[in-house]
T-cell receptor
Framework: GAVVSQHPSWVICKSGTSVKIECRSL??????MFWYRQFPKQSLMLMAT?????????EQGVEKDKFLINHASLTLSTLTVTSAHPEDSSFYIC????????????????FGNGTRLTVT | KQEVTQIPAALSVPEGENLVLNCSFT??????LQWFRQDPGKGLTSLLL?????REQTSGRLNASLDKSSGRSTLYIAASQPGDSATYLC??????????FGTGTRLLVSP
């Protein structure tokens, strides 16, 4: 089956530094990728949607200048948390689809294993 | 506000029991309803997807139903096993694969 690889699986960084998280589709072309954030004992919250070659669409309340998303190729999307603060500590998960907006909304989604970010 | 609520928040059962997890949503205008499994510190595994025109889906020991009029979905797990222990998330499909997730049910099946 389709596999989405997310790296790193965990990262600890100091406050004020930036962290990049990668999400790769290993055996399919991911035209659309989604980035979620999950705080402890809470559910996943969608942060942004990115389509290959275009700017990401951010959900309300998500700072686009703080959470930089790049989806420059059909197999790779990156999320960069800039000037990280302790409140950014969370579990970040990506998902990928081979479809585009306007395609079937029932196309399968494939999730990465997530990245645990701890900002000290 | 499009909310998805799951009850119970946690459930502990002995092996072999049949169990039901509940999911409710506030807006009946959905594209689909999906159930996922999440193991600790891991990503999500898709279990079942029910399209808005369907009423239920089955996969092995799992059966999920959807009642749009009442805003409810249930996940039925038959003959539970210790390997079923995980957090189960339901998600409401809003648009092109945009999902609103529920709060999850943490299931523990003891041998």
């Amino acid at each position: 089956g389709a596999v989405v690889s997310q790296h790193p699986s965990w990262v600890i960084c100091k406050s004020g530094t930036s962290v990049k998280i990668e999400c790769r589709s290993l055996d399919f072309q991911a035209t659309t990728m989604f980035w979620y954030r999950q705080f402890p004992k809470q559910s996943l919250m969608l942060m942004a949607t990115s389509n290959e070659g275009s700017k990401a669409t951010y959900e309300q309340g998500v700072e686009k200048d703080k959470f930089l998303i790049n989806h420059a190729s059909l197999t790779l999307s990156t999320l960069t948390v800039t000037s990280a603060h302790p409140e950014d500590s969370s579990f970040y998960i990506c998902s990928a689809s081979g479809g585009r907006m306007g395609d079937s909304y029932n196309s399968p989604l494939h999730f990465g294993n997530g990245t645990r970010l701890t900002v000290t | 506000k499009q909310e998805v609520t799951q009850i119970p928040a946690a459930l502990s059962v002995p092996e072999g029991e049949n169990l039901v997890l509940n999911c409710s949503f506030t807006d009946s205008a959905i594209y689909n309803l999906q159930w996922f499994r999440q193991d600790p510190g891991k990503g999500l595994t898709s279990l079942l997807l029910i399209q808005s025109s369907q009423r239920e889906q089955t996969s092995g020991r799992l059966n999920a139903s959807l009642d749009k009029s009442s805003g409810r979905s249930t996940l039925y797990i038959a003959a539970s096993q210790p390997g079923d222990s995980a957090t189960y998330l339901c998600a409401r499909g809003m648009g092109f694969q945009k999902l609103v997730f529920g709060t999850g049910t943490r299931l523990l099946v003891s041998p």
